[in-house]
């Protein structure tokens, strides 16, 4: 369900900045120059303008686009493809971002125009004779839009610190004839504000499962953890004019903090994992919410054949795809292989999150086996194939942006209990269990396969199709390599998976399924003739029996009889390679069991923290979060270098060249604002 249309968000944008009118609001300006004079009237009003706060998440410079699929790249386990151009959406995950780019002045200013809608709302609901003399159902409907202003202002200040650092705190509506140019503010300070804000917006916020897409009591908590964390842990701090990374000595009562609001959240009871973690994306594909696994996304509404209102997730970052069977997507998000090796060989999130392939107009999946093919790597969690393929998401989608799962929670209870314990304790090891758990498959009906080849054939001029049917499974991809003196298949070299022949394993299967193998040579083969010229490649049929032209030449009047190998070219002129066909059959894998998926005990602090930095990234991979963890845990540079370190030596990997430690962990402030506002200062480096 999507609560906001776009009907309804553009009236509450219109109504949350009163004077100011809807073309002023998407004109680039700076963030202080809305004003309010006006009141709102009945809860209606409240409620629109309200929404209107919401709608600052979903623009393409925040949660449709920026925030999470451009800024949150180029880490060690994803980059933008092509090298840095004119394009500010590579410029700027490949480190090359400018004070000057207009992506980040977009994202100050969306954030801050939902910051100033925020205050409105704060502001004027006070006001209403209904907040202070209505029914107690007026006065509850009321405090909820309190609570979910807060929250968001908190969120949009949340999200400013982490890409900015500091900047200014504002927190009444613009007036007329206000001096502007508020200065820069201590991160801390609003990190404080930021607490209080999400803390009170937790106590008037409904307590029961959403049926749309607006906050909660639990969703503010698992959120203000999160805050926590970030908080306690290292950002970059300007000394002077140099780029110092720190943590606050007192880091751990954010921890606790933390602690807190997890404890609060899981003592809830309200929310579990799915037991199938694919279903959580296809879900999201196909616009079914999940109360239980989500507990705050950005909802998304798409107007026809445009790009307005739509979300780039599933098209941005989704599996290459041509136009067909599917809507095309010219995905620009790369998976580095080292992440794909850095999985275990039964974790079925693997295979489901990287897609070492890419889809055809017929829908069918083809490996990159090529020579580096391994650079072509995609995102397959929001592939087109799982997708509604409406009108409406032939370009942008209306797939929504998850911004905190049930599983984040759960590993963040792992890592603040390992931190506050000096080492892990049960609870530690249970939450990270249980998502391991859940991504190994362990309570997950059916197994996945492994392909094998039992005939390698011969013959063969290029890979044939591997189909796959049956089993009641799905997922499973199967590939070979060519083996180009003999044209037998052999196993893939470049797609190592630890099946030799197996792409995806799949899941699901209750029994082997059916492989079968696409020959290359066609119904309508021409017969062998003698006294013919035969080129390489040319397929002949003698009798039953199928051959390729190994060697050019003139045909001799002896056919080719041999069935294996080639034919001697004193004999029948051209020479002849017997063709035959590959046989291919399915097996069942073991099924994983919790003691597959479990981590090892006894393991000391830091190696449970090491444990949680990679589960962090095999559960959570490109959904928004690696690039801001690393930051917080002051590894993104140490990430990048150890990656170089292991990467095959020609592989393109941008970061591991431009990246400079202690400037790049925080974005400029955009030239923009500081031309207006001489008050705040600029980042180090920039």
């Known amino acids: 369900m999507k609560f906001i249309n776009n009907k309804v968000w553009l009236s509450a944008i219109c109504l949350s900045l009163f004077a100011t009118s809807c073309k002023k609001a998407l004109e680039v300006q700076p963030y202080s120059s809305f004003t309010s004079a006006n009141f709102f009237e009945n809860e209606n009003q409240a409620y629109m303008a309200t929404l209107g706060v919401y709608q600052s998440l979903g623009q393409q410079a925040t949660y449709g686009w920026y925030i999470n699929l451009v800024y ?18 590579r410029a700027i995950p490949h480190y090359a971002a400018t004070k000057e780019s207009a992506f980040l002045d977009q994202t100050w200013i969306a954030l801050y125009q939902g ?97 749309d897409e607006r906050i909660n009591k639990w969703g503010a908590k698992a959120v203000l953890a999160r805050v926590a964390l970030y908080a306690g842990g290292y950002s970059l701090r300007n000394k002077g004019g140099v780029g110092v990374m720190e943590r606050p000595a007192n880091y751990k009562t954010y921890y606790t903090l933390a602690k807190q609001q997890i404890d609060d959240v899981i003592g809830s009871n309200l929310y579990s994992l799915n037991t199938d973690y694919t279903k959580v994306f296809k879900n999201q594909c196909q616009h079914i919410l999940e109360p239980k696994e989500s507990l705050f996304e950005v909802a998304f509404f798409n107007q026809a054949s445009s790009s307005v209102g739509g979300n780039a997730v599933g098209q941005f970052n989704a599996p290459t795809t041509a136009n067909g069977v599917y809507r095309s997507a010219n995905s620009r998000v790369l998976v580095l292989k080292p992440f794909f090796d850095s999985f275990d060989l039964k974790d079925l999130r693997r295979d489901f999150s990287v897609a070492a392939y890419q889809i055809n107009a017929t829908g069918l999946k083809v490996p990159y086996l090529a020579s580096r093919g391994e650079e072509n790597w995609r995102v397959g969690k929001w ?135 696409t020959n290359p040579w066609p119904d309508n083969t021409a017969n062998w003739a003698a006294a013919r010229a035969y080129t390489v490649g040319t397929y002949v049929k003698q009798g039953n029996n199928y051959y390729r032209v190994a060697t050019a030449g003139t045909s001799t009047n002896t056919p080719p009889t041999h069935t294996s190998g080639n034919s001697a070219a004193a004999s029948t002129g051209a020479v002849f390679t017997y063709a035959s066909t590959a046989v291919v059959k399915a097996n069942l894998l073991p099924k994983p069991t919790n003691a597959d998926a479990d981590l090892a005990t006894g393991l000391n602090k830091q190696t449970f923290f090491d444990a949680i930095v990679k589960e962090r990234a095999l559960e959570l991979s490109f959904e928004g979060l690696r690039r801001g963890d690393l930051i917080r845990w002051n590894i993104l540079g140490a990430k990048i270098a150890y990656t170089k370190s292991i990467i095959r030596t020609n592989y393109t990997y941008v970061s591991a060249t431009n990246f400079r430690a202690n400037q790049h962990e925080l974005y400029p402030i955009p030239l923009s604002e500081t031309d207006v506002n001489k008050s705040i200062g600029q980042n180090p480096g920039y």
Request: hydrophobic share 35%; aromatic share 8%.
């Open 72 to 89: 949150d790249n180029d880490t060690d386990i994803s980059q933008i493809d092509g090298n840095v151009d004119a394009n500010q959406w």
């Open 115 to 211: 910051i100033g809608r925020a205050n409105v709302v704060i502001a004027q609901i006070p006001q209403m004779e209904t907040y202070s003399n209505g029914t107690a159902a007026q006065k509850a409907v009321l405090n909820r839009l309190m609570g979910e202003a807060k929250f968001l202002r908190a969120y949009y200040y949340f999200d400013l610190v982490r890409l900015f650092g500091d900047v200014p705190l504002k927190l009444t509506p613009s007036q007329a004839g206000e001096k502007f140019g508020v200065p820069s503010t201590d991160r801390y300070v609003i990190y404080d504000q930021i607490i209080k804000d999400m803390k009170e917006a937790a106590e008037v916020l409904p307590a029961t499962l959403p049926t």
């Open 383 to 517: 592939s087109r194939e799982y997708q509604t393929g409406a009108l409406q998401e032939q370009q942008s989608t209306n797939i929504n942006t998850v911004l905190m799962r049930y599983a984040d929670v759960l590993l963040m209870r792992a890592e603040v209990e390992n931190e506050l314990n000096e080492g892990p304790n049960a609870l530690a090891y249970d939450a990270i269990n249980e998502v391991r758990r859940r991504g190994y498959g362990v309570n997950m009906p059916g197994n996945s396969i492994a392909i094998e080849l039992t005939s390698a054939g011969s013959g063969y001029s290029a890979v044939p199709t591997f189909t796959i049917t049956g089993g009641g499974g799905t997922g499973a991809i199967g590939g070979a390599n060519l083996i180009s003196s003999t044209g037998a298949l052999g196993p893939m070299t470049v797609v190592a998976t630890g099946y030799p022949n197996t792409i995806n394993a799949g899941y699901g299967y209750t029994s082997a399924p059916t492989v079968t193998v």
